[in-house]
């Protein structure tokens, strides 16, 4: 990216000119108008390095029309974030390369990267696409998915962009390990800045005590094992409750499945969530893996926007 903006200052949105990625560069915008950040839309042109002979112009001028329709891509992108947030400053950029690989080596120069949950191509079975798995599980910096309209994934919050006008929240999974803390901090500054109360939802089962604290499996009863696993929750909070005095925080300590149990947190009627954050990895035992079971589990089945936030990727 050739841009004067600094990282830290800069919400990064991949545009494919996807209605999916229209939405991602409305909520990015609103996103950059909350932290005074520059928007920057970025369309990659996979451009394969054999064309077919005939009757494929040559490949200089088949590049040029490449760049052009992104460049048109973009500018659409730009009017419909400038509608959304008409004073933020929106830079445009397009990139020749692999898509999902260009996003990740641009991650690097952003605080945070958005993308729809779907693009132009794929398979409609898929509820999020290859770019948005990839980039969630090894962007630099955390990611925000932004779900489709219309998925039929109806959450009482605002399908799709996630505002609810003040009455909603966010909702943090904490499993319990210092892998979900870059998510935790993430999550005390999304509410922070919209002015919201923060969820924090832990989930437990046995197999999650067999595993990692065997000394807990001889609690006696769910009673004792849910006031160890509320310690636990608190504890994983502590210092981020100092550092943000003005973030109300509920803790929930729910039994189940994790995934289920976020997201049906996540969906009360009464606060539903404006966003959901959850850490790229947690304590399962697959740590080759981009992206943890959970993470992807409600990444696929989210009505509304949901951050991934890696440890060693913060904002
Ligand atoms: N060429 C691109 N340039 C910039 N951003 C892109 C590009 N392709 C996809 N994206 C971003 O990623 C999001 C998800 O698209 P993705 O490509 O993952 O889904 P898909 O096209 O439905 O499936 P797939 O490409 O895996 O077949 C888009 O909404 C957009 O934000
Ligand atoms: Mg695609």
Redesign the pocket.
Same mark, same amino acid.
């Given at each position: 990216m050739t841009s004067n903006a600094d990282a830290r200052h800069t919400i990064l949105? *991949? !545009?494919?000119g @996807?209605d @999916? %990625?229209r939405r %991602?560069a409305c909520w990015g915008a609103r996103e950059a108008r909350r932290r005074g950040a520059v928007l920057s839309l970025?369309? !990659?042109?996979?451009i394969p390095d054999t064309l077919p002979r005939y009757p494929a112009p040559p490949k200089e001028r088949f590049d040029e029309a490449m760049v052009e329709a992104g460049e048109s891509t973009l500018s659409e992108a730009k009017d419909a974030a400038l509608a959304e947030a008409p004073d933020i400053q929106v830079e445009t950029y397009v990139h020749i390369g692999p !898509?999902a690989a260009t996003?990740v080596a641009e991650s690097k120069n952003a605080r945070l990267v958005v $993308? /729809? @949950?779907? *693009? $132009?191509? &794929?398979f409609a079975g898929?509820l999020? &696409? @290859? !770019? /948005?798995v990839t980039l969630a599980a090894h962007g630099a910096c955390p990611v925000v998915v932004v779900p489709k309209d219309g998925d039929g994934r109806e959450t009482p919050a605002d399908v799709g962009l996630g505002d609810v006008d003040g009455a909603g929240c966010v909702v943090v999974g904490i499993d319990g390990s210092r892998r979900s803390d870059p998510a935790v901090e993430f999550a005390f500054d999304a509410a922070s800045q919209r002015g919201v109360p923060l969820v924090a939802v832990h989930v437990w089962n046995q197999a999650t005590i067999d595993t990692d604290w065997p000394e807990l499996s001889i609690a006696t009863s769910h009673e004792a094992e849910g006031q160890l696993e509320s310690l636990v929750a608190s504890e994983r909070l502590a210092g981020w409750r100092e550092k943000y005095p003005d973030v109300e925080v509920t803790v929930r300590v729910r039994r189940g499945r994790p995934a289920e149990m976020l997201l049906e947190e996540a969906g009360r009627e009464e606060a539903p969530a404006e966003l959901i954050v959850v850490g790229s990895r947690g304590r399962g035992p697959l740590l080759g893996l981009g992206l943890g079971s959970v993470s992807q589990k409600v990444l696929h089945h989210a009505g509304v926007p949901v951050a991934i936030v890696r440890s060693g990727a913060q904002a």
């Open positions: 949105v *991949g !545009v494919d @996807s @999916s %990625a %991602a970025v369309h !990659v042109c996979y !898509v996003l $993308l /729809g @949950s779907r *693009g $132009l191509g &794929g898929l999020v &696409g @290859s !770019v /948005g």
